[in-house]
């Protein structure tokens, strides 16, 4: 929601599952309902027009079909699934049996998935990869589910994070500095929110993907600021006063 507003954008949510974190883990996860779920989606489309849907964690394989059933009845413009399984503290975020529901029923509903190389590794059943080459030879086969994916690299290390993104069968890599900060809570969910608000602003994906791979280097670059524990981004350094 940080990351909406800080990018033009109003954003409404669909709570999934309740988790009790912080910056140094997950202590308990309380998942809801299917038909919850169902609920609140069905009661946010009945009343706001939305021009970009962003999918983050599901947990259990019966919010995936809820999920996955309303983007089919509803059909919004752009919708980012972020696969989220692990947490950035190594909690496990997605049930065993959510991950093939995940591949087979959501991935094919979506205009772009966003997993980094463990869950690129976890939605393909191969082993994680551990430099760019094998993340290309990884990004492809996704997309036989999906119509665009994003591999992040952000964990490949080197003075650059790498991302490779496909999109309409062209590779694009985004390169950026990497970012010498310990808080970088909440990364992957930043950058998946960034480019669903961006690219009903942009003309295509690269470029929302792209200006939001900037706009995440700018919370890192700020997050140091913070001082919140082993902290999250700044998603609002361009609004906060300088100083603050």
Same mark, same amino acid.
Request: charged fraction near 15%; include cysteine.
């Given at each position: 929601?940080?990351?909406?507003?800080?990018?033009?954008?109003?954003?409404?949510?669909?709570?999934?599952?309740?988790?009790?974190?912080?910056?140094?883990?997950?202590?308990?996860?309380?998942?809801?309902?299917? /038909? &919850?779920?169902?609920?609140?989606?069905?009661?946010? &489309?009945?009343?706001?027009? &939305?021009?970009?849907?962003?999918?983050?964690? %599901?947990?259990?394989?019966?919010?995936?079909? @809820?999920?996955?059933?309303?983007?089919?009845?509803?059909?919004?413009?752009?919708?980012?699934?972020?696969?989220?399984?692990?947490?950035?503290?190594?909690?496990?975020?997605?049930?065993?049996?959510?991950?093939?529901?995940?591949?087979?029923?959501?991935?094919?509903?979506?205009?772009?998935?966003?997993?980094?190389?463990?869950?690129?590794?976890? %939605?393909?059943?191969?082993?994680?990869?551990?430099?760019?080459?094998?993340?290309?030879?990884?990004?492809?086969?996704?997309?036989?589910?999906?119509?665009?994916?994003?591999?992040?690299?952000?964990?490949?290390?080197?003075?650059?994070?790498?991302?490779?993104?496909?999109?309409?069968?062209?590779?694009?890599?985004?390169? @950026?500095?990497?970012?010498?900060?310990?808080?970088?809570?909440?990364?992957?969910?930043?950058?998946?929110?960034?480019?669903?608000?961006?690219?009903?602003?942009?003309?295509?994906?690269?470029?929302?993907?792209?200006? /939001?791979?900037?706009? %995440?280097?700018?919370?890192?670059?700020?997050?140091?600021?913070?001082?919140?524990? #082993?902290?999250?981004?700044? #998603?609002?350094?361009?609004?906060?006063?300088?100083? @603050?």
């Amino acid at each position: 929601m940080k990351t909406f507003s800080a990018l033009g954008v109003y954003g409404t949510s669909v709570i999934s599952a309740l988790v009790a974190q912080n910056t140094q883990g997950v202590a308990a996860i309380h998942h809801l309902p299917p /038909a &919850f779920v169902t609920a609140q989606l069905d009661t946010l &489309f009945d009343d706001v027009r &939305f021009d970009a849907v962003k999918i983050g964690m %599901l947990g259990t394989a019966g919010v995936v079909a @809820a999920v996955a059933a309303a983007v089919r009845r509803h059909r919004p413009a752009f919708i980012v699934l972020d696969p989220v399984m692990v947490s950035t503290s190594g909690d496990q975020l997605l049930a065993g049996d959510a991950l093939a529901a995940l591949r087979e029923e959501l991935l094919p509903v979506v205009d772009l998935v966003t997993p980094n190389l463990a869950e690129a590794a976890a %939605l393909l059943g191969e082993h994680e990869a551990s430099n760019e080459k094998e993340a290309l030879g990884q990004l492809e086969r996704p997309r036989r589910l999906c119509p665009g994916v994003l591999i992040t690299g952000g964990h490949l290390g080197g003075a650059e994070s790498v991302d490779l993104l496909l999109v309409d069968g062209t590779i694009t890599r985004l390169r @950026a500095p990497r970012v010498p900060t310990r808080n970088t809570h909440g990364t992957g969910c930043t950058l998946s929110a960034a480019i669903a608000a961006l690219r009903p602003q942009r003309p295509d994906w690269v470029g929302a993907v792209a200006d /939001a791979k900037y706009y %995440l280097t700018g919370a890192l670059l700020t997050a140091d600021a913070l001082e919140v524990g #082993h902290g999250p981004v700044h #998603h609002l350094h361009a609004l906060w006063p300088r100083g @603050a």
